[in-house]
């Protein structure tokens, strides 16, 4: 499985960007796949992840402002990001995996397959 991640860029603090994540390989339907993002400094935190194809889970600090969806037709996840803020600059990876369990989603060391993550930059 390969990802690619793609849309990253530099927005001003209350802008938006949207990120794809362009999957190819043996993917399915059915895979988990999600996005995490890593500031300089900081540790990989989980953003939020589309949970074996059915329900989508987010972390708490993007809650009403970031959305994932997923076309499983082209395999590619997308993260529309709304209301941004400068504490939202980091790296921004997707990821994937095919046996993930509910419990272990925000981990990022639970996850099989990554792209190589887009630089998004926000702006005060």
């Known amino acids: 499985v390969q990802l690619q991640a793609s849309g990253g860029g530099l927005v001003q603090a209350g802008g938006s960007l949207r990120l794809s994540c362009a999957a190819s390989?043996?993917?399915?339907?059915?895979?988990?796949m999600g996005w995490f993002r890593q500031a300089p400094g900081k540790e990989r935190e989980f953003v939020g992840t589309?949970?074996?194809?059915?329900?989508?889970y987010y972390a708490d600090s993007v809650k009403g402002r970031f959305t994932i969806s997923r076309d499983n037709a082209k395999n590619v996840l997308y993260l529309q990001m709304n209301n941004l803020k400068p504490e939202d600059t980091a790296l921004y990876y997707c990821?994937?995996?095919?046996?993930?369990?509910?419990?272990?989603?925000?981990?990022?060391?639970?996850?099989?397959?990554w792209g190589q993550g887009t630089l998004v930059t926000v702006s005060s």
């Open positions: 390989g043996r993917t399915s339907g059915s895979f988990t």
């Open positions: 589309s949970f074996r194809g059915t329900r989508i």
């Open positions: 990821a994937a995996d095919s046996r993930l369990i509910l419990s272990s989603i925000q981990y990022h060391d639970r996850y099989d397959y």
